[in-house]
């Protein structure tokens, strides 16, 4: 519906034009064919520089289905399976407490792989209503490499018992870091040869080149 389209596109551009946004910038697929596909808005409010049709993006959490299918095609090599537990890959999390409110318990199970993927492994955010382990949480983000990442992650207690709940948490960080000790490659390179490259996917990095700042 065309006229439904315009609609669509007038409401989203009123959010910049509200100030709600700096720009948007969407993509309609039917059928396996590109529909619609509209720019709008700035890529810097201060210079009013407008956003361009190929303006870089920073991608956020849509790093995870990245990361889950990178590692989900190792596992299509046999490199291991999903019900295995972590630790049998990275030791760090072979004793695992579990803090209850006041004390640390030991854990009544171990995260397995697929526990990790669907985050259901206890291991959350720095953002709760458990203080402690918000605290403890903070210190995560000073690592410098995916390994350090891990030692600081493994040392924090669970949320809860593995496969109990779900709760949203650095999980793929950890798939991450899985990825390096399974295949030797630090991760970027791992994405990059297996994923980016033959998607052609040439404008996605880890950290932006200088020349597509």
Not at 22 to 33: D, E, H, S, V, Y
Not at 52 to 78: D, H
Not at 197 to 204: A, H, I, R, S
Request: net charge negative; glycine share 6%; proline share 3%.
């Amino acid at each position: 519906s065309t006229k439904k389209l315009n609609n669509l596109i007038s409401e989203l551009n009123g959010l910049v034009d509200d100030g709600q946004v700096p720009g948007i910038q969407t993509a309609l697929i039917k059928n396996g064919k590109l529909v619609s596909f509209h720019t709008y808005g700035f890529s810097d409010i201060e210079s009013q520089k407008k956003l361009a049709e190929n303006s870089i993006f920073r991608i956020y959490s849509m790093t995870k289905p990245v990361v889950s299918v990178g590692l989900m095609m190792l596992y299509e090599r046999g490199l291991f399976q999903l019900d295995e537990d972590i630790s049998r890959y990275i030791p760090q999390f072979k004793d695992l407490m579990v803090y209850d409110s006041v004390n640390n318990i030991k854990s009544k199970s171990q995260i397995k792989i697929i526990d990790l993927l669907r985050h259901s492994s206890g291991i959350g955010y720095g953002w709760s209503d458990n203080q402690k382990l918000n605290s403890m949480y903070s210190q995560i983000w000073q690592s410098k490499n995916n390994a350090e990442f891990v030692d600081k992650v493994s040392e924090i207690p669970l949320f809860t018992n593995p496969n109990t709940e779900w709760r949203y948490g650095v999980n793929t960080d950890i798939c991450g870091y899985l990825i390096e000790v399974l295949t030797g490659q630090t991760l970027d390179q791992y994405l990059s040869e297996s994923i980016f490259e033959p998607l052609g996917m040439k404008d996605t990095h880890f950290k932006l080149p200088d020349v597509k700042i």
